[in-house]
């Protein structure tokens, strides 16, 4: 089984990437191939929304996105993790997102080769682990509707430091699990 990691906060080694990378160690001692991107390290352009992918499956702009489709063609599994800022993803994730387009055909089916199972992360500085509910499974059908199988969102609230997430026994133990049953 081959997982995919995908981190977009700005924060080196911060709670968002400890999250995720905590889902993907788990993983990675039950037996997965993992690989790990932290998109803020990335070269990826925005969308130029010219559709030239939606008919050919291929995005004109030659950047780091290129290789990162080849990833969640190859992977069975995706983990997706952002910091939540002004109700939304980073802008990094969500540049990731807006380059998802060349595996939507025109008629709105899709070029996922296989299921794609997803899992997402989220911390956010509000202490409040349900606030941004309501943005979280707008992105749960956002994915769906992309053709994922949308397995899942953890949350870490009240992550403003750096470190914070170390506190958090509880949401550490259930990325752990997650590690270990994605392989069940």
């Keep these: 089984?081959?997982?995919?990691?995908?981190?977009?906060?700005p924060r080196e080694d911060?709670?968002?990437?400890?999250?995720?990378?905590a889902i993907l160690e788990s993983a990675k001692e039950?037996?997965?191939?993992?690989?790990?991107?932290?998109?803020?390290?990335?070269?990826?352009s925005l969308c130029l929304g010219c559709?030239?992918?939606?008919?050919?499956?291929?995005?004109?702009?030659?950047?780091?996105?290129?290789?990162?489709?080849?990833?969640?063609?190859?992977?069975?599994?995706?983990?997706?993790g952002s910091p939540v800022y002004m109700w939304q993803v980073s802008g990094q994730t969500k540049l990731f997102m807006d380059r998802l387009v060349?595996?939507?055909k025109p008629d709105f089916t899709t070029r996922l080769k296989g299921k794609?199972?997803?899992?997402?992360?989220?911390t956010q500085g509000n202490p409040d682990k349900d606030i941004f509910r309501p943005y979280f499974e707008y992105l749960e059908n956002l994915f769906s509707f992309l053709h994922y199988d949308v397995k899942g969102t953890i949350v870490a609230a009240g992550t403003m430091d750096k470190d914070d997430i170390l506190q958090q026994a509880d949401v550490f133990e259930k990325a752990r699990e997650i590690?270990?049953?994605l392989l069940a």
């Design 1 to 9: 089984m081959k997982i995919l990691g995908l981190e977009g906060s």
């Design 14 to 21: 911060g709670n968002t990437e400890k999250l995720v990378k």
């Design 30 to 44: 039950n037996g997965a191939e993992v690989n790990f991107y932290k998109l803020t390290k990335m070269n990826i």
């Design 51 to 80: 559709f030239n992918c939606r008919e050919t499956g291929i995005c004109v702009t030659d950047d780091a996105m290129k290789s990162l489709l080849e990833e969640i063609q190859a992977s069975d599994v995706i983990i997706l």
């Design 102 to 104: 060349p595996l939507i």
């Design 116 to 122: 794609k199972r997803l899992f997402m992360v989220f």
């Design 179 to 181: 590690g270990k049953n």
